[in-house]
């Protein structure tokens, strides 16, 4: 079994930080990637940024410039810092794992957390 688990949510005026944490946990063998994905209300979940293994990043243009992805191989973690927020960023948001496990080394998977609620108030 592999748990992703969000911390760092909650509630932040316009203009303000927040710093999300998501630590994967379990019979993981590697870790491909790591990444965060978003949804509000009435949308479908949309990829906010992503880090590969090697620490290539990938961002949503709408958060370029705003946030940072990193990530900590030997904790098996992943951090987003989100500065300058504005109310548009308010959603739920998901920490996604792309990985394999001791019990199948050869098939890639997603896993995801059960997300952390993230609203930002103008």
């Known amino acids: 079994q592999v748990q992703l688990v969000e911390s760092g949510g909650g509630l932040v005026q316009a203009g303000g930080s927040l710093r999300l944490s998501c630590v994967a946990s379990g019979s993981i063998f590697s870790i491909n990637s790591m990444g965060w994905y978003r949804q509000a209300p009435g949308k479908q979940r949309e990829l906010v940024a992503s880090i590969g293994s090697g620490g290539r990043t990938n961002y949503a243009d709408s958060v370029k410039g705003r946030f940072t992805i990193s990530r900590d191989n030997g904790k098996n973690a992943v951090y987003l810092q989100m500065n300058s927020l504005n109310p548009e960023d308010t959603a739920v948001y998901y920490c996604?794992?792309?990985?394999?496990?001791?019990?199948?080394?050869?098939?890639?998977?997603?896993?995801w957390g059960k997300g952390t609620l993230v609203t930002v108030s103008s």
């Open positions: 996604n794992a792309v990985l394999t496990t001791r019990e199948v080394t050869n098939i890639v998977r997603n896993y």
